[in-house]
């Protein structure tokens, strides 16, 4: 199992609906998902780790990972396939140490000039971002733009995929370059149609 497939992946967006979850991830999987991460930090472990082994039954041999931010107690206890930190985590060493290989961990960058410092300490991809203007980062984190996100791609340091407003319209031309993928909130959990949409995102990146 290797980050530099993961060319889109879905992020939840905190609503705690276990059925919608499993409902989007899987129609989106019929489009081409790569990876499902689990931003649920309200959500009770039980609930959580239930979540957790119906979506790997139901997406693993669709060839789609299940990742959970921040969680990673829970990640592990309940068989995900990795977890995505953020600064609600444990710190990346102490992580690391607690899930050996092949469990992959993420971190989420906001510089792009740390990557090599994020490997050392047991990183094995980064989501990067803001990429764009995003309602979730407004007055927090200035966006970063598609060149700076890609520098820090073309280092090679580590499978680097961009996040933040992406959506049909802005995802043109993301995956002629050197990023690994793109994660998406908005663009999946609130589209009416989760395949399209990830066929549509999909399309449009290699454009």
Same mark, same amino acid.
């Given at each position: 199992?290797?980050? !530099?497939?993961?060319?889109?992946?879905?992020? $939840?967006?905190?609503?705690?609906?276990?059925?919608?979850?499993?409902?989007?991830?899987?129609?989106? %999987? @019929?489009?081409?998902?790569?990876?499902?991460?689990?931003? #649920?930090?309200?959500?009770?472990?039980?609930?959580?780790? !239930?979540?957790?082994?119906?979506?790997?039954? !139901?997406?693993?041999?669709?060839?789609?990972?299940?990742?959970?931010?921040?969680?990673?107690?829970?990640?592990? %206890?309940?068989?995900?396939?990795?977890? !995505?930190?953020?600064?609600?985590?444990?710190?990346? #060493?102490?992580?690391?140490?607690?899930?050996?290989?092949?469990?992959?961990?993420?971190?989420?960058?906001?510089?792009?000039?740390?990557?090599?410092?994020?490997?050392?300490?047991?990183?094995?991809?980064?989501?990067?971002?803001?990429?764009?203007?995003?309602?979730?980062?407004?007055?927090?984190?200035?966006?970063?733009?598609? @060149?700076?996100? #890609?520098?820090?791609?073309? $280092?090679?340091?580590?499978?680097?995929?961009?996040?933040?407003?992406?959506?049909?319209?802005?995802?043109?031309?993301?995956?002629?370059?050197?990023?690994?993928?793109?994660?998406?909130?908005?663009?999946?959990?609130? $589209?009416?149609?989760?395949?399209?949409?990830?066929?549509?995102?999909?399309? #449009?990146?290699?454009?």
């Amino acid at each position: 199992m290797s980050a !530099q497939r993961f060319r889109l992946v879905a992020v $939840s967006d905190n609503r705690g609906d276990a059925a919608r979850i499993e409902r989007v991830a899987m129609e989106a %999987a @019929e489009g081409g998902l790569a990876a499902i991460c689990l931003r #649920e930090p309200d959500m009770p472990a039980r609930r959580l780790g !239930q979540l957790i082994q119906r979506l790997a039954d !139901q997406l693993r041999p669709m060839g789609v990972s299940v990742l959970v931010s921040d969680r990673i107690d829970v990640a592990i %206890a309940s068989g995900a396939d990795g977890a !995505q930190l953020g600064f609600r985590a444990v710190p990346l #060493e102490e992580a690391r140490r607690m899930a050996p290989r092949p469990f992959l961990i993420g971190i989420s960058a906001h510089e792009g000039d740390d990557l090599a410092e994020l490997a050392r300490l047991g990183a094995d991809y980064a989501f990067l971002g803001p990429l764009f203007d995003t309602p979730s980062k407004r007055g927090w984190r200035n966006a970063m733009g598609i @060149e700076k996100v #890609e520098a820090a791609a073309a $280092s090679g340091v580590l499978p680097v995929l961009a996040i933040g407003g992406i959506e049909l319209g802005t995802a043109r031309g993301l995956a002629r370059g050197r990023l690994a993928g793109m994660a998406v909130v908005r663009a999946i959990f609130e $589209s009416e149609n989760p395949r399209r949409a990830a066929q549509a995102l999909l399309a #449009e990146a290699a454009s």
